[in-house]
């Protein structure tokens, strides 16, 4: 077996293999490795001209593909493109990574998720914020968070800082018995507890409101006026 192979009528270079299909084509796997006294790793780079001139908006500097045999054929099942974010210029490259899969049934990958030029992440939408989620598909959840083997904890917690101290917390999730959760804090007032957290609504800050157990419904018609406990 041939370790290199070089077809110079086509110019392309086989490593592993006696039939490359393009200019390198390696049959198994490829290492990189660093052995240098310094904190830089190897790169792998893609560049992208062209014919000698600027790139443009939206053009591919760069794409990892990933294609499986599908009995016929070696088929798309997902990439990751790199790609140009905006008008470039001289030392100005806007620049964004798009994360594509293929669906079950198709044969051609749809974009899931992509981080763009100002660091928004879009999940299924071109992203207008930081985080971005967008599904059109009825009766599906757009975000699921889940907790592992501890029931202790706060699943979500939000953050306001003002000159590095925190001036606003608000936190969704449960406490450590299982008791709901909902909390806005710092002076903005908020607080949604049951079972052991207790509390039970409260919203101020001052716009009063409160309930602190029965209010009427179906099962128990009685109206209790605010502040009583039965």
Known sequence: TNTLHVDATNNRVGIGTTSPETQLEVKGEVWVSASDNDQWGKQFRGRKDRAGAIVQDDDTILTLMATGYDGSNYKEAARINFEVDGTP????????????????????????????????????????????????????????????????????????????????????????DNTGLLMLQNSAGIYLQTGGSNTALTLDSSQNAWFTQKVGVAQDPTLTTMGATS
């Open 89 to 176: 210029g001289t030392n100005d490259m806007p620049g964004r990574i798009a994360f594509k899969t293929t669906a079950d049934g198709a044969s051609v990958s749809t974009e899931r998720m992509r981080i763009d030029s100002s660091g928004r992440v879009g999940i299924g939408v071109t992203p207008t914020e930081t985080l971005h989620v967008y599904q059109n598909a009825a009766d599906n959840v757009n975000a699921l968070f889940e907790q592992g083997t501890s029931n202790s904890g706060n699943l979500i917690q939000f953050k306001q800082t003002t000159s590095g101290s925190v001036a606003r917390t608000a936190y969704i999730g449960h406490g450590g």
